[in-house]
């Protein structure tokens, strides 16, 4: 009940395009799930994250969609640009105490 | 405003080298601190984390150690280096009963050869 799968490993898209990164978790306490950018070289940053009391939450033109009951959220980013291409990590964790644990990245490529 | 800070940046060791990597936070109070490794296709791996001073819980069994001398100190520690213990290394911190967030600092990266 501890790992997060996250999918696809890598994406690559056109700039303008729509991106999609699914990730899926198995136990039922988990209720926050974030979502972190790694820039090369750079410290991994909070960019969105959902509570699970919610099913949907945007921010421009990124969001994030969860669906407790099939145990899998997902983070969408629409009109991609170029400045999007990073590691992109999912993330989850329980109430109280925040021991997040992460998936394994997807590395998104978007190309001008 | 909260700042973190983590060195040395990088860092070149031999095998059965010790090794200590220290993070600090600044402009609060009682954080809640972590180490985490993250390697190439593994995402990030908690290690250790700590909820206050001399309270430190390891997540995996390894060849590291932590402690927390002090509220907004932490350090992690080998007395002697593996090649496997290679990798780059995050320090973060969250405040404590806060959003959840995660905030890291810029990392070390070690190599051990």
């Known amino acids: 009940g501890e790992n997060v799968e996250q999918h696809p490993s890598t994406l690559s898209v056109q700039e303008g395009d729509s991106a999609v990164i699914k990730c899926t978790y198995s136990?039922?306490?988990?209720?926050?799930f974030p979502w972190y950018k790694q820039e090369l070289g750079k410290r991994p940053q909070l960019i969105i994250d959902?509570?699970?009391?919610?099913g949907e939450k945007k921010d421009q033109r990124i969001a994030v969609t969860l669906n407790k009951t099939a145990k899998h959220f997902s983070l969408h980013i629409t009109e991609t640009q170029p400045e999007d291409s990073a590691v992109y990590f999912c993330a989850k964790g329980g109430t109280g105490f925040q021991k997040l644990v992460f998936g394994t990245g997807t590395r998104l490529l978007v190309s001008p | 405003s909260q700042t973190i800070h983590q060195w040395p940046a990088t860092l070149v060791q031999p095998v059965g080298s010790p090794l200590s990597l220290e993070c600090t936070v600044e402009?609060?109070?009682?954080?809640?601190l972590y180490w985490y490794r993250q390697a190439a296709g593994r995402g990030l791996q908690l290690l250790f984390y700590s909820v206050g001073i001399g309270q430190i819980s390891s997540e995996v069994p390894q060849n590291l150690s932590a402690s927390r001398p002090q509220d907004r100190q932490f350090i992690l520690s080998s007395k002697k280096l593996l090649l496997s213990d290679s990798g780059f290394y995050l320090c973060a911190w969250s405040r404590l009963g806060g959003t959840g967030e995660l905030f890291f600092g810029e990392g070390s990266r070690l190599t051990v050869l």
């Open positions: 136990d039922s306490a988990s209720n926050y």
């Open positions: 402009g609060t109070s009682n954080p809640n």
């Open positions: 959902i509570r699970s009391n919610v």
